[in-house]
């Protein structure tokens, strides 16, 4: 019901059209055929499918998914450089999507307990600070306090745009699956996709950036690899995120 109603309001907003329409539908037609497909195909066809398909929601490679500009180059800070937000309704489809069908999830509060309050969650605490100071050291990044009127919704779209997304896919689907081939080499190898992923950027291909990607990349995939829960990358993701946004400010 909720996603039907996600898709009635994106069409009604003009934040979907009917070629997008039929990008979403496609999954799910898969999905509902996936025994009879997985009796035709190696189940790893389809998994390099489902990548595929959601490298290209990500990169929004795919058409029927208009770019709606809601936060135009705003100055938010004395040093910030101009800071925007475009909604693309492809990104939390992406995410939700596979948190529904492709993450194991927590569903109880002992794996509430289990995910953020165990020798996981105390290492994903410490391991805040140690990324928090690591964009001033390398990057010569000021501290400035941002409590703005817009502030809860960068962070509401933050959450939704970016963390969700993009730890579903690269820790709930893709960590998940390099893992049963590489084994723990992927603790290197889905960080490393996962700056690429982010290059180039508005901080430019250099090699301050690259580290601290990689190493924000690397907390977060190790919190989901000791918890086996994406949620844990996802809260790790969002907090850097939101430490980042309302504690620093980025002179690019």
Known sequence: MFAAFA????????????IGLVFII???????????????F???????????????MLLKLLPGFPDTVVLNQRI????????????????PFAGLFLLA???KNITSINDLRK???????????????????????LLGVKPE???????????????????????????GFLQKRLQMVVGRFTLFLTPLLFTLYHLPSNYGVSISYFI???????LFSFVFYKSDRVESAIAAHFMINAIHFVFLTYPY
């Open 7 to 18: 898709v009635l309001s994106a069409l009604y907003l003009d934040q979907l059209t009917l």
């Open 212 to 218: 601290i990607v990689f190493i924000a990349g690397s």
């Open 145 to 171: 306090v941002k409590l703005l009127a817009i502030t809860p919704f960068v962070l509401a779209c933050n959450l939704f745009l970016i963390a969700i997304p993009e730890e579903a896919f690269f820790r």
């Open 76 to 91: 938010i800070g004395h040093a910030q450089a101009p800071f925007g937000i475009t909604l693309n309704f492809s990104l």
């Open 42 to 56: 190696p189940t790893i066809y389809i998994d390099v499918f489902f990548g595929l398909y959601f490298v290209a």
């Open 115 to 137: 995910t953020f309050f165990s020798k996981t969650g105390v290492m994903l605490w410490l391991g805040l600070p140690i990324v928090f100071f690591i964009p001033g050291i």
């Open 101 to 103: 069908f492709y993450t």
């Open 26 to 40: 496609t999954p799910f037609l898969i999905l509902r055929n996936k025994k009879r497909l997985e009796s035709l």
